[in-house]
């Protein structure tokens, strides 16, 4: 089958001979939903970078729907739509004049772009600000405007780079929502993010990029499904003095009212209780400690265990 | 192969690279229509300038030039002046600040052919440059009566000069790294270049190695073809002119498609 997105064997040198790239392999199904995690400067600007012609790459393949860019750069071009890290519009343009250029661009009228452009503009909440020039936007309002100008050409394929960076919660929701309209409606998605919890809300598939190579891929599920600990943060009724030793459990005391268990997983909660009543500590309350997405990626990043 | 594929989706609504082409056309004449302070006046003004001084104050005393009146010698090399300036600033800046705000970005990520990019460019060059020419040679009716000898050379110099700078401009904007870098070139090259180029006088004036060294500078060209249009005298043999405008230009535009397939300046 033809995927829609297809990287093979993909290197980037940069000029000052850093090796951004070091061979990635990575696929995705049309109609995916689908996160590429990663810590700052693994690489997923520079991949990203390439799939939309703004960095030369060094060497391998991509498909983007099918179409090679390298062969068939037009028909890649166009099924693909590209929200950058940086606001990279005019500052001095009205914010409706840029979704028109952008449309014209791609060879799309002005007659034949405006109604599109008027439906994302309100749906996006631009629509009151369609006269004023784009630097006079929030920024939660311009990260928008990148939005709806990555899909005036109406791609097949959406690929956004860390889009939630700097928006308040409120409207991560919001574009949270936004996206998960637009991929039930058929578009594919891809987007980088540190923030892990957006990849486990949104998305079926992750990949996972550090210094350059991708160095896990699986669904969500699975991945988080791998995970081996999780940590269980335990609010105590009275405070304790000591860490209290529990054999084959790994156990912290970061205040003397909350105790941290780590537990594998195939071991027993019951058993962590039962030592703890024989320690005569008191749990009045438990939750698991942060994301587990985020847990997982700090093992995976870690480096020991490559 | 891709593009004409790409064109065959795209049918019901015509070529999307004539399409890309309009967009960007408009947009460059928009931006120094918008800024026409900073775009139209000081032409006008320098212009206006070069007519009482050089024209009025100083050319009363020097009589005759070339068989004409020192004034009517020199409007022809003025206005290819206000061409060449326009068009080279126009591009040079307009693609540099395009890089520079990173929203040269739109268009690399886009369909359109790197030539359509580059001609959407040169067109809003020539644009300017048609525009200003246009102003100066209305405000030069205010001191010196211009009758026409040649209108085919007139029109096809004019356009030939606004490529070829507005090509030498986006050459400039490709390599400035700094805003400084797309005022060098003017200041150091053009003008001076402009001055020696037989604006105010006639090559003939000079000794013969002078002379001789002058057919170097392509401005020579312009300035005497554009003349030969407007009042029928040249130094130089109109072939020649010719001749080395458009191969010039040709070269020019080589190296300017060149740049943007490579990435120059614009992709890492
Ligand atoms: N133009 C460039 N020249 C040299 N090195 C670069 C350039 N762009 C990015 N890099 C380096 O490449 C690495 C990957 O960068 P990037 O793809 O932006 O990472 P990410 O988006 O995952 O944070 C970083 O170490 C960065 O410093
Ligand atoms: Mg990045």
């Known amino acids: 089958m033809s995927y829609a997105l297809e ?11 850093f090796e951004a790239l070091k061979g990635i392999d990575l696929t995705v199904e049309k109609g995916d939903f689908f996160a590429l995690l990663g810590p700052n400067g693994a690489g997923k600007s520079t991949t990203i970078g390439i799939l939309c012609s703004l960095v030369n790459k060094s060497s391998g393949s991509v498909k983007v729907m099918g179409y090679d860019i390298d062969h068939d750069f037009g028909m890649a071009k166009r099924h693909l739509g590209v929200v950058p890290q940086e606001f990279n519009f ?29 439906h994302y503009l309100k749906r ?24 709806a100008r990555a899909l005036v050409h109406q791609p097949d394929l959406l690929i956004l780079d860390e889009p939630t960076a700097g928006v308040d919660i409120e409207l991560r929701r919001g574009m949270w929502d936004f996206l998960t309209e637009i991929n039930n409606q058929g578009t594919t998605i891809i987007l980088t993010t540190h923030y892990l919890e957006e990849a486990e809300a949104l998305c079926r598939n992750v990949s996972i990029i550090n210094h350059g190579e991708i160095i896990a891929n699986s669904s969500t599920r699975d991945l988080l499904a791998s995970l081996h600990t999780v940590t269980f943060v335990c609010d105590l009724a009275a405070p304790i003095d000591s860490v209290p030793v529990i054999e084959g459990y790994e156990c912290a ?4 009212m909350t105790l941290e268990v780590e537990v594998d997983k195939g071991q027993s909660l019951n058993e962590v209780f039962a030592a703890l009543s024989a320690h005569q500590v008191s749990v009045t309350s438990m939750r698991t400690k942060t994301n587990r997405l985020e847990e997982l990626f700090v093992s995976m990043t870690s480096g020991d265990s490559k | 192969m891709s593009l004409a594929n790409y064109e065959e989706k795209a049918t019901d609504f015509g070529n999307p690279n004539w399409v890309a082409y309009q967009t960007i056309v408009r947009t460059e004449v928009r931006r120094f229509t918008r800024i026409w302070v900073q775009t139209m006046i000081p032409p006008a003004i320098t212009m206006t300038l070069y007519f009482i001084i050089f024209g009025s104050l100083i050319g009363r005393r020097i009589g005759e030039m070339g068989g004409f009146d020192y004034m009517a010698y020199i409007v022809p090399g003025l206005i290819m002046m206000s061409v060449i300036t326009n068009s080279y600033a126009n591009v040079s800046s307009s693609f540099f600040g395009a890089k520079f705000g990173k929203f040269i970005e739109e268009m690399l990520v886009s369909p359109i052919s790197n030539q359509t990019i580059l001609l959407g460019y040169v067109t809003g060059g020539v644009a300017r440059a048609v525009f200003v020419g246009i102003i100066v040679t209305i405000l030069s009716l205010f001191f010196t009566h211009l009758a026409i000898h040649n209108i085919l050379a007139v029109v096809s110099i004019t356009l030939l000069t606004a490529v070829l700078f507005s090509l030498l401009g986006f050459i400039n904007g490709v390599y400035a790294k700094r805003f400084d870098d797309v005022s060098i070139v003017p200041t150091f090259v053009l003008t001076p270049l402009t001055y020696l180029g037989g604006v105010f006088f006639s090559i003939d004036l000079l000794p013969d190695f002078w002379a001789g ?8 060209y312009v300035v005497n073809a554009f003349r030969f249009g407007i009042l029928g005298v040249s130094d130089i043999s109109l072939g020649w002119a010719y001749g080395i405008l458009i191969s010039m230009t040709v070269v020019a535009y080589v190296i300017a498609v060149r740049l943007l397939a490579n990435g120059a300046g614009v992709r890492s």
Do not use: C
């Open chain 1, 7 to 17: 990287i093979n064997s993909l290197k980037k040198t940069y000029d000052n001979g």
């Open chain 1, 90 to 118: 005019n500052q001095f343009e009205k914010t409706q004049n840029i979704l028109i250029n952008t449309a014209g661009y791609h060879g799309i009228p002005r007659a034949e772009a405006t109604p599109r452009i008027e």
């Open chain 1, 124 to 147: 996006l909440g631009l629509w009151d600000k369609r006269d004023n020039p784009s630097r006079a936007l929030s920024g939660g309002m311009k990260r928008r405007l990148l939005i």
């Open chain 1, 253 to 256: 005391l970061p205040d003397a």
């Open chain 2, 213 to 220: 060294v002058a057919q170097l500078n392509p401005i020579l």
